[in-house]
Structure formats: structure tokens, C-alpha cells
């Protein structure tokens, strides 16, 4: 299904991009303000910072359906923060099932920046003022049938394609939930496939097309050694290169008031 979308053939064109990706912060109640709610305010001072142009939320940004309204409060407050597009696809913990979090509250109404995909078919935005086509499809219902990206479209002008896609990478089908298959990321033929559900950084790029896991940015969810709590900054340098590089998260998430919210590492 398509949404805001414009094609401007004559005109269209590819404009530098920088854009950070993260998924899996997994926002709770427990031990509030969490290491998760931390996360969330450092991914947006480093936004800032960055002066990013695009803020995507690959999956899972709340640990379930059913946290209180004060934890949305709390990642609407920190949305709000941002005047840039705020893209969140619903994962297999916040998944747009009939007792959503999505269903339940609409962020967009308070803060107009969010854009939530909700369309269980797949759901394309178009942002001609970036020169940008986003697409991604929710999770509806965590299991093996479902595929994150089997509907992704075919590209659709001379526009940076980008996707998310929250599930697991797979050898084969059968196997996981939500599986994503290398040659599901090769033949799309995207630019950049914005990744969610592993929560420690991966580049599954395959072919022409850039793919990563974010990995979680919230220091007791990345599970991994210390400092492995992650985000992506991808750069999209006209006409058609991109760069990603792998930012990571202070281990003591406190240095946000201070130095600055992550320490980058190539
Ligand atoms: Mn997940």
C-alpha cells in the first residue's frame, strides 16, 4: 500500500543523507528510568548531534503490548525532541496485533513526526523533500510463516530505497519466525535494509545491497561483552553510495549529560 506517495519524475533526485538506525531498545517499566529509557534519550541527543535526517526504529522498541502509558509518555517526550521523521516498525514484542501498544495509543497524534507502518501487507512512505522510499512490514503474528521481507516492492525511480524489517536472519524456511533470507536481501536490490530482532550488531549485506543489525542500543539487552550496545549512522552519499558505521553505546549510559551520548569506534 502506498502513502504520501509523490513521484516527481523530471526533478527527482538523490540528496546526501545521514540517517540513524536502531532497533530493540525494548522500553519496560522495571528499575524506571531504565537502561532502555537512557538509550532512547542518548540515540536522540546523538540525533542531534548528528543532525540526522531520518530516525528509524527497526522493531521491539517496547518490551510488550502492555507497558503503562508513562513509558510511552516517555518515548513520545523523547520524539518530540526531534522536528526529523521518526520511523517505528512494530517487532515480534510490540507487534501490531489486536492488542497493540500501536492500536492502544496514537503516537503520531502527539508527536507528528512519528510515522508507525502498520499495514500488514507492507507499507511504503514516500519523502520527496529527502529523495527517499521507506517500506517495511510489521509483525502482526511472530511465527514461521511470516516473512519480513517477501512483499518488499520493486525500486520505484531514481529515489534511495530503504527498509526495515524486524526477524531473524535464516539459512532456510521452517526454522525461525519472521525469517529474512540472504537471497531475500540480495535480490531486492535496496539500498539499505534497516535490520531488528538480534541484539548485537550484524552485517548481513548480500549482493549490490547493504544490510545490517542495529544490535540494541540498551546496555542489558545487547547480552554481548561491555560496550557492545550499538546503533548504526548510515550516510547516503549522492547518486548512490552508502556508508554505515557502527556506533556504540557507552557502557555506563550516564555519559549522555556529559561527553555526549555514545563513543564511536570504526
Ligand atoms: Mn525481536
Known amino acids: ?157 531514481d529515489y534511495w530505497h530503504i527498509a526495515l524489517a524486524h526477524g531473524a536472519h535464516s539459512m532456510r524456511l521452517g526454522i525461525d519466525s519472521s525469517p529474512i533470507l540472504a537471497e531475500e536481501i540480495a535480490n531486492c536490490g535496496w539500498d539499505y535494509i534497516a535490520l531488528g530482532h538480534e541484539h548485537r550488531f550484524r552485517d548481513v549485506s548480500n549482493g549490490q545491497v547493504v544490510a545490517c543489525y542495529s544490535g540494541s542500543p540498551t546496555d542489558n539487552i545487547a547480552l554481548t561483552e561491555d560496550n557492545s550496545a550499538s546503533a548504526i549512522l548510515i550516510e547516503l552519499k549522492s547518486p548512490g553510495n552508502v556508508v554505515f558505521r557502527t556506533i556504540y553505546m557507552s557502557a555506563t549510559l550516564g555519559v549522555a549529560d556529559q561527553k555526549g551520548p555514545w563513543v564511536e569506534q570504526d
Open 1 to 157: 500500500m502506498n502513502r504520501e506517495f509523490l513521484v516527481s519524475g523530471n526533478n527527482s533526485h538523490r540528496p546526501d543523507l545521514k540517517i540513524l538506525h536502531t532497533s530493540d531498545i525494548h522500553l519496560c517499566p522495571e528499575l524506571w528510568p531504565s537502561p532502555a529509557g537512557i538509550a532512547l534519550a542518548a540515540l536522540v541527543n546523538g540525533a542531534l548531534r548528528e543532525e540526522v535526517d531520518l530516525f528509524l526504529i527497526a522493531g521491539d522498541l517496547f518490551e510488550s503490548n502492555r507497558v503503562p502509558q508513562r513509558i510511552i509518555d516517555v518515548a513520545i517526550a523523547e520524539f518530540r525532541r526531534l522536528s526529523i521523521p521518526v520511523i517505528i516498525l512494530p517487532g515480534n514484542h510490540d507487534s501490531y496485533d489486536a492488542p497493540s501498544i500501536y492500536r492502544r495509543i496514537d503516537i503520531t497524534a502527539h508527536a507528528p513526526n512519528v510515522r508507525v507502518l502498520t499495514d500488514a501487507e507492507g507499507e511504503m512512505l514516500s519523502f520527496p523533500e529527502l529523495g527517499l522510499i521507506l517500506w517495511g512490514n510489521p509483525i502482526v503474528d511472530h511465527h514461521p510463516g511470516f516473512r519480513p521481507l517477501a512483499s518488499i516492492p520493486s525500486r520505484q525511480g
